[in-house]
């Protein structure tokens, strides 16, 4: 055994490609470069620099964008470079060592403890890598060295745009402590508010708030994770292969009124884009998850859990409904609902599907193994097939296709959305 | 109430009992049980309102009388007891003392009149089944229980009485047991009932292999009385399913197997099946038939067996488990396996009035 201790050095790379979507078109249209422009039209996906300058937002109406800054060029996305770029930018990382973990489509964590007498110190390699992504693929890399994870991703947010942060393991809880409590993961605009609220605005703050008063103010797991993190307590390690324990995909809905017409579209939708995720990778799941978020912004969650994990569109979208239904009707004073949301868990890998026995049994319809199961599969990789070739528009449920319409292009959701 | 009692007797009565006793707080008289001392013994009850069980033991009773005590704390208390004898008295506020040699102990029970009474029986219909024919029956087909509480229908095993047989079915879907029994009795009884896994499990306890159960059928309620046991239980409300339709007419192979041959070989190759996809597969070729099981990444396990098979080389998967259940559970030393293809049921059957169907797993 080494007898170093490997978490006394900071050898975890956060690499995080700067306003992405933004530089990807910019890199793909020269006239583009140096100007504030937004991904999307309707609600603005993603802002450049330049437009971030005027206070232009992702997630911002258009409308809004457009007061704030009146030059703003609006562009469509160009998704299929968006993947294909942000996987090239992954694959240098690889170069350097396999112990690369991608969290998103244009961010990873990369530990180089073991290629440091290969390529020099994680200092020397995060240069390096930084180079590489801005002379071979054209687009702008900040990168977070660290000791942890978690203050690796700090780093790099730190660093932006286009920098480079190296935090010594002897100084790191200084660097830590003046740094805002919104740097942190896990620490959203709500989080964020409440944390406000006593009077915690710097990580330094919140890491000498007594645990009792986080707990109160946030629940007792989100506390002392918050309290850990505060101190650099990090122990995850780099997980390379990163297989998901779960897939969702969820629906912002603005406010609709809580009714089949909306529902059950919205729900086949989103079982759809998991199913086909799901076949995509060869797994079916056990437990299914759905959210029902209403016009106060409080949610309600509720879940299933079968005899035999399924991937199938339509056996999703049944249980889905039936979960959406069940949970409205336990609020039967909630009218509006603001988003739909389907998560799947327990997830199996290239399952063997048992038959079952034909019983006549109501339930046989959500069972993969029954008659009804196996044409509902055999449907399903027939859309699959055809998409594969077409297209994800050249073929679908009836009642998607025709009962929705979107603000937020599907392909820039699969990006967000966690791959499997 | 006043009585003396044997050690072993007693640890015995209330082994018999005490697997009912409620778990669920709400109720703490469920978590008791009943005590009656009557001319010359003792009477254990206990209930979980959905099953109950009386057992008795002989005692000498100087005084009669009843109370409940706490079910699980009696029993460590009487196991742990350090004399062949226990001496027991309890007083009208329900306060039990028991002396066995060196030790004494005291424990506050809870007045007879709370605990709910076992279910009456009128206008029953009344069978007699031999304890050794019930007791082959229950472990041939328990097994096969669905424990999907979403199909209460299946959790339990359907007591079919029609046409001068008892027929015991279990399923879970992907396979179903069913057993026959011989048994007469006048066309007005028949009835069909789905008897609950837990009362299956507390019969299956109770069940010897001499003497007779008498069976007592009443409005949704069974009871069955045997060796000096009484057990009482709800009935599953519902229809089971027509379990007659999944059964495969004829099949097109029969294969001759000797039950532990078998057994042991989809046993050891079953080590390498995978524990998420299941799987064992059955190679049949000509005089052969191969049992293999394929984990990705990790190897593969392979047995041969010669067979009298004459039809095309063909192959079917199964689960391995539900494939060793029931030939775990059977006594005969030879099984035969119908198959009709990959896809249809494969049928389990012995020389007696005994079937098992079970469907294959789909294969990739």
Known sequence: ?420 | MKFSVSKDKLLEGLSTVQNVVSTRTTLPILSNVLLQAVEGELRLTTTDLDVGVRGRVEAHVERTGATTLPARRLFSIVRELPAAEIYAEVDTKNLASIRSGSSYFKILGLPEEEFPPLARFENAKEFSIAQKDLKDALRKTSYAISTDETRYVLNGILFSFKENKLTAVATDGRRLALVDLELEFPRSQEIDVIVPTKAVLELQRLVKEEGDVKVSIGENQIAFELNDALLVSKLIEGNYPNYRQVIPAEAKERITLEREVFLNAVRRVSLLASEKSNSVKLIFSKGNMDIVAVTPDVGEGKESLPVMYKGKDFSIAFNPEFLMAPLRNLPNDEVFLDLIDEMSPGVIKIHGAFLYVLMPMRLS
């Open chain 1, 1 to 420: 055994m080494n007898e170093e201790q490997p978490e006394t050095t900071a050898t975890i790379l956060h690499a995080d490609l700067d306003a992405f979507y933004a530089s990807v078109e910019q890199l793909l249209d020269p006239s583009l470069r140096g100007k504030p422009i937004a991904v999307g039209g309707g609600v603005v996906l993603a802002a450049s620099y330049e437009a971030k300058a005027f206070g232009v937002r992702g997630g911002m109406p258009g409308r809004r964008a457009r007061e704030l800054c009146p030059q703003l060029i609006f562009v469509s996305g160009h998704f299929k470079d968006y993947q294909r770029l942000g996987g090239a930018a992954i694959k240098v990382l690889n170069d350097f060592t396999p112990l690369v973990e991608r969290i998103s489509i244009d961010e990873a964590f990369a530990d180089v403890a073991g290629c440091i007498h290969l390529f020099g110190s994680p200092a020397e390699i995060a240069r390096a890598i930084r180079r590489r992504v801005r002379a071979e693929i054209g687009l702008p890399i900040s990168i977070g060295v660290a000791r942890t994870k978690h203050l690796a991703k700090i780093a790099s947010q730190v660093a932006k745009p286009d920098g480079l942060v190296i935090v010594d393991p002897d100084t790191e809880l200084d660097f830590l402590h003046n740094l805002p409590v919104e740097l942190m993961w896990g620490v959203g605009p709500v989080t964020k508010a409440r944390l406000a609220q006593i009077g915690v605005l710097t990580i330094g703050q919140l890491a000498k708030t007594p645990g009792w008063s986080l707990e109160r103010l946030l629940g007792p797991a989100a506390g002392e994770k918050l309290t850990a993190l505060a101190w650099n307590r990090d122990p995850r390690e780099i997980k390379t292969q990163r297989r998901a324990r779960s897939a969702g995909a969820q629906s912002a809905l603005g406010r609709k009124p809580a009714e089949e017409r909306i529902i059950r579209p919205t729900l086949r939708h989103l079982a759809d884009r998991v199913a086909t995720r799901l076949r995509a990778k060869s797994r079916a799941a056990r437990t299914v998850t759905v959210r029902v978020r209403f016009a106060d912004l409080h949610s309600i969650t509720r879940s299933m859990t079968l005899d035999a994990p399924i991937s199938s569109t339509a056996m999703l979208a049944d249980i889905a409904e039936e979960l959406v239904r069940a949970a409205l009707a336990e609020n039967p004073d909630e009218k509006v609902i603001s988003l739909l949301a389907i998560s799947v868990s327990h997830l199996e890998e290239r399952p063997q599907l048992q038959l079952e026995l034909p019983l006549g049994l109501e339930d046989e319809q959500r069972r993969p193994g029954s008659k009804k199961g196996m044409r509902r599969w055999l449907a399903d990789r027939a859309v699959d097939l055809i998409r594969d070739r077409f297209g994800w528009q050249a073929v679908g449920y009836g009642s998607v296709m025709f009962g929705m319409s979107r603000s937020v292009p599907d392909e820039f959701r699969e990006l967000a959305e966690k791959d499997l």
